[in-house]
């Protein structure tokens, strides 16, 4: 298993470069299923698509995509450890290459085939919003309506209501990039879901 990457340098990631690409490539003979898995020191900075996968045969080729986050842009330096294994049998589901991975985990010495260690640097930058959210101003009644529904299920208990990592990322940008208005939104949700709630208590006794 191979690795590739421009200049097999530091990467360097900030607001104006918030991504780069790996590349990594099966080159087992004969050839081999092999399993890889990209760990870092940092996952609230960046994030690593996909971060476990397999190459089936010699010569099949994956990119890894490098993203920094939309809300962060501090100063850091992050390292990634990509390693390669050996795959015991093939799968292309979720939780059987999570299976996979475990039992080739487990068999250390004879499924390593890669382990090699990546260093990212973070540049801080004063623009770092400017392209996440448009300004206030610039809101529409529909992005606004949808910036609101999000903070309601954001405001909920509820397991089904939980948000994704997108969503996440989406209210911090928004809470950063629209300071002022912030605490207004919040209230209005807050609002929206009691009169929500008092709708529903009302359609339940009436049934």
């Not at 540049?123 to 903070?151: F, G, I, R």
């Not at 208005?181 to 919040?186: F, K, L």
């Not at 529903?200 to 049934?207: E, L």
């Amino acid at each position: 298993m191979e690795l590739e990457y421009a200049g097999r340098a530091p990467l360097e990631l900030s607001a104006e470069c918030r991504q780069h690409a790996l590349v990594l490539r099966n080159v087992t003979q004969p050839s081999v299923a092999t399993l890889f898995k990209v760990q870092c020191t940092a996952p609230r900075k960046l994030r690593v698509r996909p971060a476990l996968g397999v190459l089936a045969a010699s010569g099949d080729v994956v990119s890894l995509h490098v993203q920094l986050n939309p809300q962060e842009c501090t100063p850091a330096t992050c390292k990634l450890l990509i390693v390669g294994r050996y795959a015991l049998s093939t799968a292309t589901e979720a939780d059987q290459l999570k299976s996979l991975w475990t039992v080739a985990e487990a068999n250390d010495a004879e499924t390593l085939v890669l382990s090699e260690t990546v260093c990212v640097n973070i540049s801080a930058n004063d623009n770092k919003y400017v392209t996440l959210l448009p300004t206030t101003s610039q809101l529409t009644t529909t992005q606004l309506s949808e910036l609101v529904l999000l903070l309601m299920k954001s405001q909920s208990r509820r397991k089904e209501n939980k948000l994704t990592t997108d969503e996440h990322e989406q209210l911090e940008a928004a809470r950063v990039l629209h300071a002022s208005a912030w605490p207004r939104w919040e209230e209005y949700a807050v609002r929206m879901r009691k009169l929500l709630r008092e709708r529903n208590k009302r359609k339940m006794q009436a049934t």
